[in-house]
């Protein structure tokens, strides 16, 4: 934590949308930085990180079930405002 920050709240995001892991971590840290934007921070600082897998049924034509399965990236950090 910089010094002298104010600590404004705490958000939480998640993504499955990346091609990739990294791509979808990458989507999460931009959700986190859009919702401490929301509440008027201008920095966040990462506390937390976390991977879940999600599985998924769609029937199919004929009979039978698809399923697959996605990673989702989950991020958590502190939304804060530092004087520049």
Do not use: F, H
């Not at 999460?28 to 008027?40: F, I, M, N, T, W």
Request: avoid cysteine.
């Amino acid at each position: 934590m910089p010094d002298g920050a104010e600590e404004i709240a705490i958000v939480k995001a998640s993504s499955d949308s990346g091609l990739t892991q990294q791509a979808s971590l990458d989507y999460a840290v931009d959700e986190l930085k859009r919702q401490a934007a929301k509440v008027g921070a201008n920095a966040v600082v990462l506390t937390g990180r976390d991977t879940s897998s999600e599985a998924v049924g769609a029937p199919v034509y004929g009979g039978g079930t698809v399923v697959s399965s996605s990673e989702v990236e989950i991020v958590q950090g502190i939304a804060i405002w530092v004087d520049e």
